[in-house]
DNA sequence: CTTGACATAGAACGTCTGTTCGTGTATAAT
DNA sequence: ATTATACACGAACAGACGTTCTATGTCAAG
């Protein structure tokens, strides 16, 4: 459909396709105002009636929950449910990580397709493969998936990309600043001791790990 | 499920079912009602409760149109539309059909799926495989498999299984008693002369063919 | 003959349900 | 300033809806 949906139409597509999923049949007018937001059962037709006539579903009239998604319907709550995140590049032991530019594409030369469901908010997200064993000791495989998010600080406990300068050497560890300015890099694999390094400038945070995807097939 | 349906209770499950695949949405009570020829809710009501029980579906209390199916009554209704019929043989050109003895198993060694929507009342069919292209003249091919009911006799223009005795010919075609006692067998492919028999004790009527079924992959 | 399970039926009821009506605000175009 | 459109809201309404209650009948078992 080339015109778009108001954020009221998408909640009330989206409500309903969950709502049959879960329940085989479909919620009452009052019922969708309630996930909705609406208060009144006349402005959920309303909105019913527009979402028809631009063919997401189907009503029978005066019929208790006498209502349809169409196949557009379905596409549309589908599409809505996907994010596209660029693949930017690899991640290696020895080198730091692609990181984007201010403005970068969505829809760069490769990109990966993931759900919203598990996500969240895909604002400032991209991917990156692992390339390489170096990154073990925080359970990541070679050619694991790493979802990132671009940020040069992260809270204590958070897992970094992190860019060790002296040793020309990209990690992903927890982070943490301890008191009195030294930085504790601590793997995920506990059996593997951190790594301290006293002066905090030669760390360079490059992003937060936001999600970790290993294809086995 | 071990315990069987009432009639009534298979029917509101195959009209439920029906309904919510035409429709996506469950009827009401009432429209179950009018389907099953049940004047009363409260009867309705109480063989949907039977049908809760015995786990062919779900109820939501005090919803309309509040039910749902489940799997194993998406399989009752599925295998009450499905009919298994005796694959008894083979017809050839050259020796009369194989006739299913008069206590012959619904499951034979090999069988064939069809469904009641195409068939009908199943009692007394048996399938049988052409082998040969001697029914040609029957429209039927090498490979087809006959759907048969077995009777002696057929109306006028009906297709039967016809043993052909001073021939010892096995044929299929559209059998006419004329006046007078000939008997004229009719090929299905009008460009072919049909076969006069003057005596009747030369030709046998094995069975009635009800449908011809052609695999083409 | 009695009892219990199963099945049927109609009436009555409270609640659910979708539609209609009247009204209001915001925005864009004329 | 006026008009059209989109979107919002509450109130009222008639009818749909499922449940409850009461009554009745059939059948098998004791």
Redesign the interface.
Known sequence: MDEDLSKRQQRILEFVSDYIEE????P?IREIGAAAGISSTSVVSYNLRRLEERGYL?R?REV??????TSTARAQVASEAIVRLPLLGRIVAGEPIPVPASDFPLMGDETIELTRDILGDPQGLYALQVEGNSMIDALVHDGDIVIMRHQRRVENGEMAAVWLKDREEMTLKRFYQEEGGRVRLQPANPTVKPIYVDDPRQVEVQGKVVMVIRQLQ
Chains 1, 2 share one sequence.
């Open positions: 329940n085989g049949y479909p009452s189907s029978d208790s929950r006498g209502l349809k998604l």
